[in-house]
């Protein structure tokens, strides 16, 4: 049977590895890019998992005065076209590594899910 110093100890050597798992999950996720697109592909946005835009793209049909509104809602839209994946591969890619560390099913850590 393990002493409190040595259960204490194994604790703080997991919390250390799993906050550097969590380091290297955050830097992944910025280096994954999603591209969000609205108006049939007029306007897109690219972005990273973790939501950091990265390159709106726009048409250079939808490019005149009188279509401001419409550039602007798809603009709108393809932005969040890009937020909506990149969270989806954020939660797959946490649940990856969540997965990964043998927690027992239902246990979640926090900005994990």
Request: aromatic share 2%; proline share 4%; charged share 30%.
């Amino acid at each position: 049977m393990q002493s409190m110093e040595e259960m204490i100890q194994a604790a703080q050597k997991a919390a250390e590895q799993i906050q550097t798992q969590m380091g290297e999950m955050q830097a992944k996720l910025d280096a994954i890019e999603v591209e969000g697109a609205a108006g049939g592909g007029l306007v897109k946005v690219r972005a990273s998992a973790k939501g950091r835009i990265l390159r709106v793209e726009i048409d250079e049909s939808l490019l005149k005065p009188d279509e401001k509104q419409m550039v602007e809602d798809l603009v709108t839209a393809a932005f969040n076209d890009a937020r909506d994946k990149a969270d989806r591969v954020s939660e797959e890619e946490m649940k990856k590594m969540q997965g990964g560390m043998g927690l027992p099913p239902g246990f979640n850590l926090p900005g994990m899910g």
